[in-house]
């Protein structure tokens, strides 16, 4: 088992910057790639951003590419999504995912969820 919680989310305004984390428990988190997807209110969960296990490999959605970094520290067993340039339709419940060593943005192959970070982003 793998826990994972998010912190970091809030309010605020267009332009501005966040920084979530995601701390892991459990098994060995360097064994994972980590993602963070988000959804908004009436919308389907979508994919954020991942990292490779080692950390040498980040993948982005096109909506967030330039603006968004993910990053990992194994030796913290933590996870983060620099978000800056943040635009109201980011606004949404950002969750951070584990998947056993391989790359994917299909949330169905993520074996661990967090409970979500709230992130609103005002006009």
């Known amino acids: 088992q793998v826990q994972l919680v998010e912190s970091g989310g809030g309010l605020v305004q267009a332009g501005g910057s966040l920084r979530l984390s995601c701390a892991a428990s459990?098994?060995?988190?360097?064994?994972?790639?980590m993602g963070w997807f988000r959804q908004a209110p009436g919308k389907e969960r979508e994919f954020v951003a991942a990292i490779s296990w080692r950390g040498g490999r980040t993948y982005y959605a096109d909506s967030v590419k330039g603006r968004f970094t993910i990053s990992r520290d194994n030796a913290k067993n933590t996870v983060y999504l620099q978000m800056d340039s943040l635009k109201p339709e980011d606004t949404a419940v950002y969750y951070c995912?584990?998947?056993?060593?391989?790359?994917?943005?299909?949330?169905?192959?993520?074996?661990?969820w967090g409970q979500g970070t709230q992130v609103t982003v005002s006009s």
């Open positions: 995912a584990a998947r056993w060593q391989s790359y994917s943005e299909n949330e169905a192959r993520y074996e661990y």
């Open positions: 459990g098994r060995t988190f360097s064994n994972y790639v």
